[in-house]
Nanobody, 116 residues
Framework: QVQLVESGGGLVQAGRSLRLSCTVS????????MGWYRQPPGKQRELVAT???????NYADSAKGRFTISGDSAKKTVNLQINNLNPEDTAVYFC??????????WGQGTQVTVSS
């Protein structure tokens, strides 16, 4: 059983920064991909960033420049640093973990609301 728990969301003012964390527990053997998606109000879930167990990162075009994903294998966490937040970043942010070729595991999500 794999469980993912996100933390770090909240209400922040535009221009500020936020750091989201995701802690993974359970059987994480061969877990290759980890990352973050987000779902803005009334929209579909969209990719933000991923990181592989080799440390290779990938970002959605909308996330390049202000978002940084990092992982700590010892702490079994994956983090997402978001700088210079703007109201368009308002969304529920979901952490995921996935083995190659297998369905992803998802967290419950953490709400990020950016006020202008």
């Amino acid at each position: 059983q794999v469980q993912l728990v996100e933390s770090g969301g909240g209400l922040v003012q535009a221009g500020r920064s936020l750091r989201l964390s995701c802690t993974v527990s359970g059987s994480i053997f061969n877990m290759y991909f980890m990352g973050w998606y987000r779902q803005p109000p009334g929209k579909q879930r969209e990719l933000v960033a991923t990181i592989t167990s080799d440390g290779v990162t990938n970002y959605a075009d909308s996330a390049k420049g202000r978002f940084t994903i990092s992982g700590d294998s010892a702490k079994k966490t994956v983090n997402l640093q978001i700088n210079n937040l703007n109201p368009e970043d308002t969304a529920v942010y979901f952490c995921y973990a996935q083995r190659i070729g297998r369905p992803a595991y998802w967290g419950q999500g953490t709400q990020v609301t950016v006020s202008s």
